[in-house]
């Protein structure tokens, strides 16, 4: 049996981009493919913060009808915006090689950085608490949109500079010559990495998909977002992870910060990639035992 297979994806650039690479791929092992590019919710208001909006799965839940209602057969998505628990009936189907997991400042000069007054602009939890835990006296203002908008409000507005995931620009080739390595910021739970997913039923589309498969990255990534899931219990909050393998082992960097950036709990683990079971659930509870806990508990008080 072989069929078209039917990629749901968002409609910006970026997502776009995510998905003819998946079509490609495909294309590669000599399945034939077409595109069905959808808008979401998290798209169409660009108004509102995403925690306001309740950010998990804001990004995915249109795609994730789409496929319910079978209208499409695979969906494409940016890894790190999709929730840690997915819809009954859709499953993982295949984590594609992971590209850049940095975060990058784009500035409009740097000298703001020495004066120790500042502004930049950024729509993510976990970015403005980092940024304001290094930074104390900056002001972070909200930001919105895809790839392109952003761009183009960091322009229109008087910002020092805006924060973005290196992965996102590099794919479209808007990464700017005028930028900085932010090496210091932990990244989200899967950054730079894609996930596409299927229907649980459709074991042609599951087992086309699973040839896409990388698995190192599938291995980093399900420990950074198991980390997240331990730690986040349903509720958005300021949390990095970065996983990484070498000669034969994983090393987890994890971290929960306070929504004003003033309080950082860490930690720095490693395991053979033979034990990686329960790996980001140990660090995890690391960071609860060390006072995460208690934080939390601050920090969905204060989005409720």
């Not at 006296?137 to 909200?142: A, L, Q, W």
């Not at 409000?153 to 995931?165: T, V």
């Not at 929504?259 to 995890?284: C, H, R």
Request: charge should be neutral; hydrophobic fraction near 40%; aromatic fraction near 4%.
């Amino acid at each position: 049996m072989s069929k078209i297979i039917r990629i749901g994806t968002r409609d910006s650039e970026l997502a776009l981009w995510q998905a003819r690479t998946v079509q490609n791929a495909l294309e590669k092992t000599g399945h034939k493919s077409e595109l069905v590019p959808v808008k979401s919710t998290g798209d169409l208001n660009l108004d509102q913060p995403l925690y306001e909006m309740g950010i998990t799965g804001i990004f995915t839940k249109t795609l994730d009808v789409a496929m319910i209602k079978g209208e499409v057969d695979i969906a494409v998505h940016s890894m790190k915006d999709v929730p840690t628990a997915l819809p009954k009936g859709i499953v993982e189907a295949a984590v594609m090689k992971r590209a850049s997991n940095k975060d990058i400042l784009v500035h409009k000069g740097t000298e703001f950085l020495e004066n120790g007054v500042g502004t930049i602009a950024t729509g993510s939890l976990r970015r403005k608490a980092q940024w304001l835990h290094r930074y104390p006296n900056h002001k972070v203002v909200d930001l919105r949109g895809n790839v392109n908008t952003r761009m183009q409000k960091l322009k229109d507005n008087d910002w020092d500079g805006a924060i973005f995931a290196a992965a996102g620009l590099e794919r479209i080739d808007l990464k700017p010559e005028n930028f900085l390595d932010l090496n210091w910021m932990i990244p989200a739970p899967a950054q730079g990495a894609m996930l596409i997913v299927a229907n649980e039923k459709d074991t042609y589309c599951r087992e086309t998909i699973a040839l896409l498969n990388h698995r190192e990255s599938e291995i980093c990534v399900h420990i950074e977002r198991e980390f997240l899931k331990v730690l986040e219990g349903g509720c958005t909050a300021p949390i990095g992870a970065l996983a990484r393998i070498v000669d034969n082992e994983v090393y987890l960097k994890g971290a929960l910060f306070s929504l004003d950036g003033t309080k950082k709990i860490e930690v720095d683990k490693k395991t053979p990639v033979s034990q990686v079971e329960n790996f980001g659930k140990e660090a995890a509870l690391e960071i609860l035992n060390k006072g995460g806990k208690e934080l939390m508990a601050e920090i969905k008080t204060v989005l409720k």
